[in-house]
């Protein structure tokens, strides 16, 4: 039933019933469809042209979601939840947001078919909590002690589908060592990994190959002069926050001269106040000094004279990290500057926590760059959360088909009108493999029939239940046991992507009315 009336009491149109529904998921399809094909080991960049004409050329959900400036409210929740999966887990937006696009056009379908959508709102949430449960239980293999050779298979897993993949075991052990340098136990005993610690710097020039990783934090900014040392050892380094140029008056004091050879007594002494400041510093025995104002070119020459290094207009955020990685006090490390590509870099090296790393990537162009750094920090964060959460699953559509199956007999055993919804969940968690297959130009039909007949028997026969990891080898076009073959994700980002993708469709199929209200003319009219 649907009415789209002009309703006398409301300035504006209003749809409501099924209409609205297909509107909905229309548009979720279509965000959807945007990004599946980049899913997966094979998966295809987009290239994306903004309004001034700039291009991002990237594989990442996220970053691809954001870019697109989508109008559709519902459409909108669906942007919002790959972000949301980016900030939660780093990795996975793709997936989440096909999962989601799919849950609804199924539950579209239902509705069609007269059955109401609280129904099937329970039975998703019902799924969901079982998936989520089964997931904790029986598919995740715990990674005690871990070695790094799991935690480069998560990294080699996510970076699989980014530009880096054919090198990726050079990066995943970059990846791999830049997380574990940052590791640090907070006040409550807990071991942390801040990826804000690792500071990623870009360079042209060189190979991808030449990237490395820097034990120390880099500032991508040069010597405040040239004539200042290109290098300090031991260094002792003053972090500041106020500006080293002449000292102005306040605004609003007035000074009422008699004699013109006052004048000049007032400005020598502006002048010699913020001499005196940096003969302060100096002699506190400071030699590299970092501000994240100005300094003075007359200011310049007492710290050349002194042989010290200045660095000025330092992001407040760099500061941040290098007062943490320094420990602040009084340590003996050095500062060098070198020359990466065109840019001058000043590196602060030896720090005395090291909880500050920095990885320098080198490439051909800007694009490549970027597309590097986006696959990084998914790498990176992805490591992190395997670190955390010690448990990891299988990947390549090994988790989607074990639900799959195991909530398809869960549903026959419900005698209740959920019972319908959570068959069509089991249906929809299908899509990522049938989504890798296509991606990689196999027969998903096939595939996928086969990967399903494996957890049959994975969760029918006792002992058969190590084919629960079995999952789709994308480059040869088979079935294998993805445990073994080192495709493995946190099991954290599997849990996330149901639950979000759950709630994400939730909430737009809840919609059932839609009132788009008429702007007022500016004027009043009336």
């Known amino acids: 039933m649907s009415i789209s009336a002009q309703n006398p009491d ?19 399809q279509a965000v959807s469809n945007i990004v599946k094909t980049s899913l997966g080991p094979v998966g295809l960049d987009k290239m994306l042209v903004d309004d001034i ?29 790959a972000e949301l999966q980016d900030r939660e887990v780093g990795d996975g937006t793709t997936s989440v947001v096909i999962v989601a696009a799919e849950l609804l056009k199924r539950a579209n379908d239902l509705v069609r078919n007269k059955i109401h959508p609280t129904s099937i709102i329970s039975g998703y949430r019902l799924a969901m909590r079982e998936a989520c449960k089964y997931i904790e239980e029986k598919l995740v293999t715990k990674v005690e002690k871990l070695g790094k050779a799991p935690l480069i298979n998560c990294a080699k897993t996510s970076m699989s589908s980014k530009l880096i993949s054919g090198d990726s075991d050079f990066f995943a052990n970059l990846a791999v060592d830049a997380v574990l340098s940052v590791k640090m136990t907070n006040q409550r005993g807990e071991i942390k990994y801040p990826i804000k610690g690792i500071n990623i710097l870009k360079a042209h020039g060189q190979s991808a190959k030449d990237s490395y990783l820097l034990n120390g934090y880099a500032l991508n900014t040069g010597r405040a002069a040239q004539g200042m040392p290109l290098r ?97 006090t009084l ?63 299988a990947g390549g559509g090994a988790v989607e088909s074990a639900l799959s199956v195991y909530l398809e007999h869960l549903a026959t055993t419900l005698g209740s009108r959920e019972q319908l919804a959570i068959a069509e969940f089991a249906d929809a968690l299908l899509i990522i493999p049938k989504v890798l297959a296509v991606n990689a130009a196999k027969d998903a039909t096939e595939l996928v029939a086969k990967l399903r007949a494996y957890h049959h028997t994975a969760q029918s026969k006792a002992d058969k239940k190590h084919y629960s990891s079995m999952g789709l080898d994308l480059v040869n076009g088979t079935i294998r046991n993805n445990l073994e073959a080192g495709v493995i994700e946190p099991a954290m980002s599997k849990v996330k992507i149901i639950q979000f993708a759950t709630e994400a469709a939730i909430t737009i199929l809840r919609i059932d009315d839609m009132i788009k209200l008429v702007k007022e003319d500016g004027q009043g009219d009336e």
Do not use: W
Request: with cysteine.
């Open 10 to 28: 409301i300035s504006g149109e209003r749809q409501s019933g099924q209409d609205v529904r297909t509107q909905n998921v229309m548009a979720c």
């Open 53 to 81: 004409g700039d291009v991002t050329i990237t594989n990442d959900g996220a970053t691809i979601l954001r870019m697109l400036e989508v109008e559709h409210p519902a459409a909108k929740v669906l942007v919002e939840l």
């Open 232 to 328: 300090v050892s031991p260094a002792k380094i003053a972090c500041l926050d106020f500006n080293l140029q002449k000292t102005k008056m306040q605004l609003g004091v007035q000074v009422v001269v008699n004699d013109p050879r006052e004048l000049e007594k007032i400005r020598q002494r502006e002048a010699d106040m913020t001499k005196e400041r940096i003969e302060k510093l100096l002699k506190a025995g400071a030699n590299v000094i970092l501000t994240t104002k100005g300094i003075d070119d007359m200011a310049l020459k007492y710290f050349v004279e002194a042989g010290a290094i200045a660095v000025r207009r330092v992001r407040k955020e760099d500061m941040r990290h290098v007062a943490k990685a320094t420990g602040a």
């Open 331 to 393: 340590i003996l490390n050095e500062v060098v500057e070198e020359r990466i590509a065109d840019d001058d870099v000043v590196l602060i090296k030896g720090t005395k926590t090291s909880s500050a790393v920095s990885v320098i990537l080198r490439g051909a162009n800007d694009y490549m760059l970027d597309e590097m750094e986006r696959a990084l920090h998914d790498s990176l964060c992805i490591v992190k959360r395997t670190l955390e959460s010690n448990t990891v699953v």
